[in-house]
């Protein structure tokens, strides 16, 4: 057996000689890691509390650390860095997990002694959750969870995971009920058009419109990526890979919605300028308005990030 399996209950076994030895040795150890052994049963439990909430901010404060560091760090030379210090790289993640955790929580949620006592194996697997789903949890839930083995706390946490993602598809669902509850209590015409028709034209106006500006910020980043060749080629391989295959992929979906509407109604509809789209003043002017409200959300979610 070692040292690792061995119960607490086992120390209250030893004989009065041997504890005096194991606190001799206690003592001694604690000379060399410079730590001052309380005086009293209750300042050494305070001391011990102390040490547990410390453990995991100083956790959080590695992952905060880690953060800024990858973020200076060169394509590959963080993940070869953490090799050279012999720092796993799961240990990296999990500190990181917790210090995003800690930066999207309130400040007075992370101020709960509930959650500064939860161990860290446990508290890597309660930084996995959304961070929703963590907030809801009170003290007393916190509490509770902190008393459960590890197995039995990975239990609990997945069915709040199972509980979180049954809220999500059921949100979902509500909303398409809702939106076509609305399209169906709609009038049937819209600027002389069935509704329906009226909406695919603004919203499709609007949407490409926001797709456009995200495209051209993205082109210009793209220029200055392949103009400056002075960075490190690896990062902007990487950079450049992101580009194709993300943007490939929606290419690839409009080409798909494209062309199953050629499909349907023959290409000899979308072929010259007769094609293109024709709009009612009144029709235009609600797409303009609707485009620039889009395009305006667009633009307060980037400036917030």
């Not at 060169?74 to 990296?92: P, V, Y």
């Not at 809702?178 to 819209?190: G, H, I, M, S, V």
Request: with cysteine.
């Amino acid at each position: 057996m070692t040292i690792k399996d061995q119960d607490l209950s086992e120390i209250h076994a030893l004989s009065a000689e041997e504890q005096q030895q194991l606190i001799a040795k206690i003592e001694k150890l604690a000379g060399h890691i410079q730590m001052v052994l309380p005086d009293t049963l209750d300042e050494a439990w305070q001391e011990v509390v102390r040490l547990e909430e410390q453990a995991v901010v100083n956790t959080a404060k590695r992952g905060f650390l880690y953060m800024s560091i990858k973020t200076q760090c060169a394509h590959g030379e963080f993940e070869s860095k953490l090799k050279e210090f012999g720092i796993a790289a799961r240990t990296a993640q999990d500190a990181v997990s917790i210090a995003k955790m800690f930066l999207a929580l309130p400040d007075a949620k992370t101020r709960t002694s509930a959650l500064l006592n939860i161990s860290k194996s446990k508290l890597v697997e309660l930084a996995r959750l959304p961070v929703e789903t963590v907030e809801a949890l009170d003290e007393d839930d916190l509490d509770s969870l902190n008393e459960l083995s590890v197995r039995e706390f990975r239990k609990e946490i997945k069915k709040l995971k199972d509980k979180n993602q049954e809220l999500s598809e059921g949100n979902a669902s509500l909303i398409n009920e809702l939106e076509n509850e609305r399209l169906r209590k709609a009038p049937d015409q819209l600027y002389g058009i069935p509704t329906l028709c009226a909406h695919v034209r603004r919203e499709t106006f609007a949407h490409s419109s926001v797709v456009n500006e995200s495209l051209e910020q993205n082109i210009a980043e793209v220029e200055a990526l392949l103009q400056q060749r002075d960075l490190d080629l690896d990062a902007r391989i990487g950079a450049g890979q992101s580009v194709y295959h993300l943007w490939l992929g929606v290419q690839q979906r409009i080409n798909k919605m494209l062309q199953s509407v050629v499909n349907e109604f023959g290409e000899e509809h979308f072929i010259g300028a007769e094609s293109l789209p024709v709009y009612s003043e009144d029709e235009w002017q609600d797409a303009q308005a609707n485009r620039e409200f889009m395009l305006s959300q667009f633009a307060a979610r980037k400036g917030g990030q």
